[in-house]
């Protein structure tokens, strides 16, 4: 490696307490984004005042598309990412990696599967058959049923159907006469077959997929061992996008080698294509840290194979993340002492700078940017218009927008008088429905603002600063009292403050109903466990309740109608979970059958109906007893059964009881929050893992594998006591 990058890795090695890092390379750095043509403005007076400000700043403003993006992965100004920061610097000496996996190729459908047009069957071009595919897989989806999906599917299927030569027997021109049934209930089929698998089978075909991968999932980088990240080509398919989408339902065509550029040492080997096709270009740049990219169809941009979250190069793009915004805690004083004094200047792009910052420091929103014609108008703080702000005096902001991946972000908040007044200047005549409310401001402009009082300042750290700074407050709350389970739950409502602010919001998934009501339904069948075997301490002992009024109170509670309607359920479940157990043996013992001799056959299949029979007549005989006990409300009685054992058998269900509700509780409060991405991308996982250790909890219970791995510097640096 060059002096230049062995010296910054020690010195980001050193100030994480020593870390051994696998990797003595230099940290990755995100490729530079192909420049975007801008979308031309609707209003020309407002384009002229934009421009006037820009010449008034061309000197300090440098008007860059790197700095105009607000991705969650986009970090601009960080070294280890943006080229222009690093230019000519080397990244590694020797990278050598056995290129891209490609997806399989397509199958046909069956001969007797087909798609109908005007009530007829058609035979299609194997190419225009598998788009079709696509969409008959999606029918009874939310996707297929969307106007402007089908819109973009059918105008690309009637393109590829033109490319590979037409159907012969019919001129498909109208979506409303295909008939894609059939095709879905092909795929339906296959999909319930795969779920039928048994256990031994699945395991079967994943580490087949597995084997089969084994090679890409590595390279060798300066002779080390390092991971790769998505080193899969993804398969082609119709694009779904996030929102509204302008480009839902376009074909994503599939991707040959001839449209991939290779990135390795010079003296590396080159990996062999598939049979009968090439690459599109070899390099062996080692000034970045991609291993291939290609240009995908739908949006013109490129996609880069790099290392993976875990990589040496990703954990060290995280920590000089995180640091930067540590840093922040410096500045931030003087920032917020400057943008209040400039809220009353007099020059107008002074009050939407000092505005703007204000939104973005105490709301935590993205700068925002222009956008294209074909992208879904999702907007930040700069690119906010007319319609997005509405006014309640005296102090009252309704915001209502599109934010990123088009989540709504709408919040009633009060904000500062002055900012208020300053809101309503933006808004003031002539201004109408769609022009800008900050419309002598652009990213650019911002981000040149923030750098007069620290390097590499940017709106995406002031919202990682404020985000681990919320969480930091939040966890000094917490008292270090109560079980794990009570610690994990405050744990989650901290981090759920967090993706509050961050506007981190998901949609209530379809399942989340039916799992509420499984835990309530699960809680209800412990608490009438727990009431019988109170009952039968009384059944034994009735004195007991006299010296115990109070433990026993709430076994009035569980009416005869109450614990009949639980019993039922029960039963019904007990019955359905012996039925689904005999139903998976049975497939089981289909897929071993060719292993097996027939006589073998014939005795493993008597054994499964035996213990089936055992199974079936041991549950009708408890199912007979439980409506018996419940229709009386007199429990059967063990030898064993003692008060001391009974109590035993109580304490255990109301332990199970409290961290079941717990687990209710978590489940509801965060339906509608996505806690990962700010736990992911946000929070400075130092804080994760000092909670960890100060409260005692483990740290499998807040990272799941994959955060473990990405974030084992943080784990390996941070204590009980440490701050962000």
């Known amino acids: 490696m060059t002096e230049t990058v062995v010296k910054k890795e020690k010195k980001v090695v050193d100030s994480i307490k020593k870390r051994k890092i696998k990797s003595e390379t230099s940290p990755t750095k995100k490729m530079k984004k192909e420049k975007d043509s801008k979308k031309p403005s609707k209003n020309g007076a407002k384009k002229e005042i934009k421009d006037e400000v820009k010449e008034e700043f061309k000197d300090e403003v440098k008007d860059d598309d790197s700095s105009n993006s607000d991705d969650e992965n986009d970090d601009t100004f960080k070294w280890w990412e943006n080229t222009d920061d690093m230019d000519g610097e080397v990244k590694w000496e020797n990278l050598e990696h056995n290129g891209v996996l490609f997806p399989p190729e397509y199958e046909p459908l069956p001969k007797n599967v087909k798609l109908y047009y005007d009530g007829k069957p058609v035979t299609l071009p194997k190419e225009a058959e598998e788009v079709a595919g696509f969409f008959g897989a999606l029918l009874e989806s939310d996707h297929a049923k969307n106007p402007t999906f089908q819109k973009n599917f059918f105008r690309d299927f009637k393109e590829v159907l033109q490319e590979s030569g037409g159907c012969p027997d019919a001129d498909i021109q109208e979506f409303s006469k295909c008939d894609f049934s059939k095709i879905f209930q092909h795929f339906d089929k296959l999909r319930e077959e795969k779920k039928a698998l048994p256990p031994k089978e699945k395991k079967k075909i994943k580490e087949e997929k597995e084997a089969s991968e084994e090679k890409y999932k590595f390279c060798l980088l300066n002779g080390r061992k390092e991971q790769v990240g998505n080193f899969r080509i993804e398969p082609p398919g119709l694009f779904r996008g996030r929102g509204a989408h302008p480009k839902t339902g376009t ?24 049979a009968g096709h090439q690459w599109g270009d070899i390099k062996h740049d080692n000034t970045v840290t991609w291993l291939a990219m290609w240009k995908e169809n739908i949006m013109g941009s490129v996609k880069y194979v790099r290392f993976s979250q875990n990589s040496s190069f990703k954990g060290m793009s995280d920590f000089k993340k995180f640091e930067k915004a ?48 074909d992208e879904a108008d999702t907007v930040g703080c700069c690119s906010l218009r007319f319609e997005h702000i509405f006014l309640k005096p005296p102090s009252t902001v309704i915001f209502d927008f599109l934010g990123k991946d088009s989540i709504r972000f709408y919040q009633e908040v009060q904000v500062d008088t002055q900012v208020f007044k300053n809101l309503k200047i933006f808004k003031k005549d002539p201004k109408k429905p769609g022009d800008d409310l900050f419309d002598r401001l652009d990213p650019s402009i911002l981000n040149k603002y923030f750098q007069e009082f620290m390097p590499g300042l940017t709106a995406k750290v002031f919202r990682t600063y404020n985000a681990s700074k919320t969480m930091q407050d939040q966890i000094d709350l917490i008292p270090n009292e109560g079980t794990v389970n009570e610690k994990v739950v405050a744990f989650n409502a901290a981090n759920r403050e967090v993706a509050i602010l961050c506007n981190h919001q998901r949609t209530i998934p379809k399942a989340h109903q039916a799992g509420v009501q499984k835990i309530n339904e699960k809680i209800e ?63 089981k013992l289909k897929f071993e059958k060719k292993e097996l001799s027939p006589e073998d056959y014939k005795v493993k299949s008597t054994e499964i109906k035996e213990d089936h029979k055992k199974k079936l007549e041991s549950a009708k005989a408890l199912i007979k007893q439980y409506k018996s006990e419940a229709k009386k409300q007199k429990y059967e009685e063990k030898s064993t059964y003692t008060a001391e054992k009974l109590k035993a058998q109580i304490d255990k269900l109301e332990e199970r009881i409290k961290n079941t509700s717990l687990q209710l509780k978590d489940k509801e409060e965060n339906s509608t929050v996505s806690l990962g991405t700010s736990k992911m991308n946000y929070i400075d996982p ?28 943080a784990i390996e640096s941070a204590d009980a006591d440490w701050k962000f």
Do not use: C
């Not at 994503?252 to 598939?274: C, F, M």
């Open 326 to 373: 540590r840093e922040l805690k410096k500045h931030v004083d003087k920032i917020r002492n400057d943008y209040r004094s400039k809220l009353k200047s007099s020059l107008m792009i002074d009050r939407q700078i000092a505005t703007a910052t204000y939104l973005i420091d105490v709301f935590a929103l993205r700068a925002g940017g222009e956008k294209r014609d």
């Open 251 to 274: 074909l994503k065509r599939r991707v040959y080698p001839e449209s991939i550029t290779l990135n390795l040492g010079k003296d590396a080997p080159i990996p062999p294509p598939p």
């Open 525 to 587: 069948e412990m608490i009438w466990q727990k009431i019988k075997l109170k009952r039968i301490m009384l059944q034994l002992d009735k004195t007991m309740k006299k010296k115990e009024l109070e433990y026993f109170e709430e076994i009035d509670d569980l009416t005869k109608e109450k614990e009949m309607e639980i019993v039922e359920r029960w039963s019904q479940k007990e019955l359905d979970r012996i039925s689904k157990k005999f139903e998976k043996d049975k497939e």
């Open 686 to 713: 130092r804080l994760t893992v000092m909670f960890a250790k100060k409260f005692n909890v483990p740290i499998e219970k807040l990272f799941t594998k994959t955060l473990r791995e990405k974030f084992a510097w």
